[in-house]
């Protein structure tokens, strides 16, 4: 079952449980950009670039825009498996992807509407459950057509997304993976081994033991997908970092690796936040709130919330002198710092 990212007034929330020894994994499938993508262009509007949501629109059939309409329905988080990536760790090509949705069965299609919705599916996919072969082959048309205008995206990202896999490998590798985690969407937040998602439909999952892939994506900064009940592996698609306001000349795809004009402290402020990262840069010696504060701009009181998860994080130590608490950033803070220092983030 697929799961949709849901932005606004949501009162629930899905979490994913993720303990004990985790094997993590970065992959690069264009078959998810291309999704989030049209559903962005098509209603489920996610904060994508103005100039890709048109391309998109360009390249797509009535017929085509037709059948990813159910999948932008507002309210809605889950869809039927057929919609999912065969299997995003392997990097499977769009079109191979398109041809197995073409050859997706009818009775298929009807099991996994079955599965997700029950005998009787919300309004939007009754059309899907009177003609499933219709829709299936006017799906994978939708998709086919789509990556003929992303395909020239990503092929000029590449470098931005081979430089996001090494960021996350570098992290993980370190003991990173909750500041990754924590910092995937604005939707999300990890604390505690949870993974929090906002969701209409919430569900209480766990890794379980099942590799964890993650899947950067062009795409809307408030987009997020994610599978997380297949029974092998478990797998989150979240924004690029820094590519959530590119501009319509796309001049900053066009970078070579290692090159993104960006100073660490910019792109250490992708990961963590930029007041959390302006502070773990400034405490390379002890300082009290209040000239952390200073430094900042904010009032005391405002500073303490980020210190406090900077050190829950294991980023920063705070030590009581007298009546005044000083921070000071720990071994793994400076690791972490030394990521986008030497241009690995």
Known sequence: MLIFEAVGAVSGETEFRVEGPVTVRVALDPYVSVLALVTDALGRRRAAPQAWRDRVLRSLSPRAAGAVRPITAPRYSVTPDCVTPLNPLREIPVRDQVEWLHAVSEDQMLSDLDSVFGPAPPVHWQGVLRRPRAWLDGYACAMDEAWRSVEPLWTQARPLLEREVARVGTAVMRGGLDLVLDRLHPGSRFDHQVLRIRDPEPARLSLGGRPLVLVPMLSGRQALICNLERPDVAWIA???????????????????????????????????????????????????????????????SAITYHCERLAAAGLVVREKHGREVRVTRTGRGTDLISIFADGAG
């Open 238 to 300: 979240y924004p690029l970092p820094g590519m959530s306001d590119p501009p319509p000349g796309l001049s900053d795809l066009r970078r070579a690796p290692g090159r993104t004009g960006r100073p660490a402290h910019e792109r250490l402020a992708a990961m963590l936040g930029p007041v959390r990262a302006q502070i773990l840069m400034a405490v390379s010696q002890p300082l009290t709130m209040t000239e952390i504060a200073g430094r900042a701009g904010l009032a005391p």
